[in-house]
């Protein structure tokens, strides 16, 4: 199964710093058993633009769509065997801990 | 309540027969549904089937009589209701295919288990007690799909209406194949740490029957789940843990009201009604617990109340111990309440006062009328019965029961009597 893992910031991070996970590692450990298939980190929300149509008129304004306190920040996908595995996936990557990680499959257009 | 017996032959071999699917369906029924979600996928699908089969066999067993292998014909009927239904919709040839081949165990089913296979039952309580699924869908979907408890009763006994039951559990069913939730029992470390998460669910079904001013409503479910996990789970001492002590709470059922429906606190009841097959099971399970977690120590206290002839007779400090044992593990407001309690009775009403205070410090006993009626009781035996008359009254104003609220009154009365 394909899974979207939304890298998020979150409001009250775990601050204990032993063992954080290596990011690095991470990726290379995933990659190589074809559990990551990409993934990437975002800019700030302030280098987001957000485009609207609106009755045929184009409408561009500045920022993220929602202004909140928590903020996407990365994204990774993911292909799994299922949601267990996606959680093992998940909980072992750094921001698991210093943020949140939402893991939303991908819609299954042929049922 | 049993209805009374039926009288007649034909009234009481029709009773017998209903009592036949009763007993069958308490172990043949989360087989069935476990075994068709396994086959087929589809948890709807196996629900409605297991259920047919037994209302099938409601019909038949009277008129020709139990079959000798009762789950066996059970998962037979269930099997073919479910091959004639996925031929309707002609589903993948595989699954067909799978159902076709799926013959009914022969009597022993266990027993002929090779060690590596692992129970059907037992993948489908972890699925139905996933902790990708919001708490109230775990406890909903377990008592539907594992209990076979009618949608409609949950709904009643859970306070909700039957359509936002139905709903929850159709949501909680399509979240399972949607979020890829695995039909699987975690293994090594993953399964250390989910099994605390289905033990909470149980222990949330068996609690939920102990409302107060309310009849048990869904702790003969735990019970029989707690043994069936345990019988499936030898191993983990924790399930047997707290399967000791859902039997040493049960095993007060009968004894917990008086004649007019009045709750009785453990020391007013009658030690006579006590369920003693219970307590013994509960016993021996706590024989094979070989460690200390939350639900072996709570079982342990359990047990001093349950081998005790008499409230008198109940070894205090025992209970004094486990009680400081759980605070070390699973500090509460609640479990220091009781451990002031314990105290009280084990070393005398000053120790627990002093822990009382303590425990009432950290302010997560603020507006807790126990915690007053637990004062009261204190000060009452240190001799101040107008302080303590004073203090069951006040506890009586906070509490919303109203059968409590008598019982505190009574000891006031008592007290300045």
Redesign the interface.
Known sequence: ?K?MMFVCSDTEPDNDPTDLPDIHAWVAENDARGRRLTGDVLAPTSAATTVRVRKGELLVSEGPFAETTEVIVGFDLLD?????E???VARAHPMAREGRLE?R?FA?LSA | MRPPAPVGAVAAASAGAARAVGDASVEAYPRIVATLIRVTGDWALAEDCAQEALAVALERWPADGVPANPGGWLLTVARNRALDVLRRATVERRKLHDLALLTPPDGQPEAAAPEDVVDDRLRLIFTCCHPALAIEARVALTLRTVCGVPTGDIARLLLVSESTMTRRLTRARTRIAQAGIPYRVPSGPALTERLPGVLAVLYLLFTRGYVVDGEPAFADEAVRLARLLDRLMPKQSEVAALLALFLFQHSRRDARRDAAGNLLTLERQDRARWDRAAIAEGLGALDRVRHDGPYAWQARIAACHATASSADATDWPAIARAYDALMGIRPSPVIALNRAVAHGYAYGPHAGLSLLDAAQAGGGLDGNPLAVAVRADLVARQGDRLWAAALFREAAAAVDSTVERRALLDRAAELTR
């Open positions: 199964m899974y799994c065997a299922d949601l267990d996606a959680i093992e893991l499959p299954d």
